[in-house]
């Protein structure tokens, strides 16, 4: 835990909780939280106060023992699902803002340092960013490109990095545990849509991309019928009342659930 982290039993009000979902993550998950812990050393705190929580995710692999080791504040969520796993560790973050981070991401010193700025705007209720893709393989480079590009044209983001505020993400019941994937679309459009009503505004981060791996998830066909799929199960959620929307569809999705590789 460094110089800017609380202890869960500490009276020090907290600024910013750092919540990354992770699911047998024993291969990424101690680097990202060194990476993360370097990050928040090197941006400079100017007092503000950090906590970093874990949201393991029914591992089966000694995740929640290494970022423990780490430093981090972890909890469980013993039901599948990323959606599940932020709010669950949301619920114990005690921070004003909360930063969801995946657990192959993490943001360089001067992406922290912009979020710091962000943090005294009374007129923001959340930011995300761009992404740099590290390592992995070439389709997958691709596939983060895709998703700037996304991200650039629509304000919108992906769940890799995304920060609000922690009223905001309570006002709107945080990400919906109904959706196994694009959940972050879901939550994104609603938080705006508060934020409006706020006079609140929801900013793309560009400057300093955030770091993502390009590992290979699964197969370029299986990645995409698991994005057509998820972008089905979206729009029906949407749409369809809430008793006959989907829950299931987990085999469809293997880009996100598929075996960690």
């Given at each position: 835990m460094n110089s800017n982290q609380t202890s869960h039993g500490s009276d020090q009000s907290i600024g910013l909780s750092i919540v990354i979902p992770a699911w047998n993550e024993a291969g990424l998950?101690?680097?990202t939280l060194d990476r993360v812990n370097h990050a928040l050393r090197e941006s400079e705190s100017n007092g503000l106060v950090?906590?970093?929580i874990v949201c393991d995710n029914d591992s089966s692999d000694s995740t929640a023992a290494i970022a423990h080791s780490a430093g981090a504040i972890v909890v469980s969520e013993p039901i599948r699902g990323i959606a599940r796993a932020r709010n669950a560790g949301?619920?114990?973050?005690?921070g004003e803002w909360l930063l969801f981070l995946d657990a192959d991401t993490y943001p360089p010193p001067e992406l922290l340092a912009d979020v710091r700025g962000l943090l005294h705007e009374s007129k923001m209720v959340g930011c995300g960013s761009t992404m740099a893709a590290s390592g992995g393989v070439w389709w997958m480079h691709l596939q983060v490109a895709?998703?700037?590009?996304?991200t650039l044209l629509t304000g919108m983001c992906g769940g890799a990095f995304i920060l609000c505020r922690r009223d905001a993400f309570e006002a709107i019941g945080g990400f919906s545990d109904l959706l196994h994937a694009l959940e972050e679309v879901d939550f994104v459009i609603r938080l705006r849509?508060?934020?409006f009503s706020k006079g609140q505004g929801f900013r793309i981060l560009r400057r300093h991309p955030v770091v993502t791996s390009a590992r290979r998830k699964c197969s370029l066909v299986t990645m995409g019928i698991s994005f057509a799929v998820a972008a089905l199960f979206l729009w029906l959620h949407w749409l369809l009342p809430r008793r006959l929307r989907i829950r299931g569809g987990w085999g469809l999705l293997e880009y996100w659930y598929g075996p960690r590789r």
């Open positions: 998950i101690g680097d950090t906590e970093i949301a619920r114990v973050a005690r895709r998703i700037n590009v996304y849509s508060y934020g």
